[in-house]
């Protein structure tokens, strides 16, 4: 290989590039590409109350068709340090693995496209383009990331014919499992405002959070669906209640709740919400709630992308993937309004754990995988 991907991982892992900060690792990519005939764009966005982030649009060739590579260079926090056997940030190889914060969400799957882009147009420059969209937000607030790096490819002519996510979609062997769709994403702000008081004289005050817990119990008892043919059922969590209650005495003035839901395509995040604020509404009680769609569910039925791709991984594995729409989501829920969008990448079985890992051996075969679907691509193309 002209870039060895295992070498460019552990250079990745070594940018401690926890978001929002860069941490060197978007640099070192411009670098690399700038050298090998890449066109390298940095984009830094920036939004009202939240921090600007770095990207990188990185593109080889100006014709058409373009094929895209999109990913994430930023990472989730280490947690408690102590609990790591080796440097988070060390980007050891560990009895094949290769080690840190990142190695298989998402640099892994970075350095091996970013490898086989590479070797592709050193060794048989197609006619056409290839592009690397590489995100700082993927993990934060997704706000000045992807979403803004496509509108600005929008804006600048960078059209894309098809783009494969690198994204931790294999669960037990490299290859067993692509993504072809995504439930939705909406959350809900919930709070319930009441009046302070001693718990001795509970008529002096008005507590808040008999209410709050009636309506979060109305919520939690809905019935959202059983699934559909590609989803499957959507669920609703309550995964924060906060009081800010220091005294066992005090009955507080205020109660608020966090709800996500993942939604699949029974649902609109709009009719989902509706769903919700009825429900709330008919306990009669009195609250606030505001809603937060980050996502709407997505489907791209099988076709000529993911047989591209499940043939490229058959022939390095032997495996035939499972087009999937499980777990949570990714960039494809905005790269999907542009164009036809598959995901597929390394085991995600340590992601965002401590001790996360990547095998060395399926970093190699997965770079070997892309390269083979870049050629697809642009012999289906020809």
């Known amino acids: 290989m002209i870039v060895n991907p295992i070498t460019l991982l552990q250079d ?68 408690d340090e102590s609990a790591w056997s080796f440097d988070p940030f060390g980007g050891e190889i560990i009895d094949g693995f290769v080690c840190g914060r990142g ?10 496209f970013a490898a086989a882009a590479i070797e592709f147009v050193k060794k ?7 592009s690397l969209i590489i995100t700082g937000d993927e993990e934060g607030l997704s706000i000045n990331g992807t979403r803004k790096m496509l509108k600005w490819m929008e804006e600048n002519n960078e059209k894309v014919d098809f783009c494969l996510v690198g994204e931790p ?27 302070q008081g001693h718990s001795a004289y509970p008529h002096l005050a008005d507590n808040p959070l008999p209410r709050l817990v009636t309506i979060l119990k ?9 699934g559909t043919e590609y989803f499957q059922p959507s669920n609703l969590e309550i995964t924060n209640i906060h009081v800010g209650n220091t005294a066992d005495n005090v009955i507080p003035a205020k109660g608020t709740a966090t709800i996500n839901v993942r939604f699949n395509n029974t649902y609109t995040g709009a ?8 429900t709330m509404t008919a306990t009669g009680l009195d609250h606030d709630v ?33 087009l999937s729409t499980t777990g949570g989501t990714s960039d494809a829920r905005f790269i999907k309004d542009y164009c036809p969008v598959v995901e597929f990448g390394p085991l995600n079985k340590t992601i965002h754990q401590v001790n996360e890992q990547v095998s060395a051996a399926d970093v190699e075969a997965l770079t070997r995988i ?5 050629a697809r691509f642009f012999s289906a193309a020809d």
């Open 271 to 278: 009719a989902l919400e509706k769903k919700m604020r009825d």
């Open 124 to 130: 048989t420059p197609p006619k056409g383009s290839i």
């Open 169 to 195: 979609t294999s669960v037990t062997a490299l290859g067993d499992m692509a993504k072809i769709g995504r439930r939705g994403i909406l959350s809900a702000y919930l709070s319930v405002t009441g009046k």
């Open 103 to 112: 190695a298989a969400d998402m640099k892994g799957g970075v350095a091996a």
């Open 290 to 322: 505001r809603f937060r769609i980050s996502g709407e569910c997505f489907y791209n039925p099988p076709g000529k992308f993911s047989d591209m791709i499940s043939k490229a991984i058959e022939k390095e594995t032997g495996r035939t993937p499972e």
């Open 218 to 226: 109305a919520v939690n008892d809905m019935h959202l669906d059983d």
């Open 370 to 374: 892309y390269g083979d679907i870049i």
């Open 12 to 79: 990745l892992i070594r940018c401690p590039s926890v978001t929002p900060i860069e941490g060197g690792a978007l640099e070192l990519l411009e670098k690399l590409l700038t050298a090998h005939g890449f066109k390298c764009t940095r984009l830094k966005f920036s939004d009202e109350g939240v921090p600007d982030v770095d990207n990188l649009y990185a593109r080889w060739g100006t014709d058409a068709p373009n094929i895209a590579f999109a990913g994430h260079t930023d990472v989730v926090p280490v947690g």
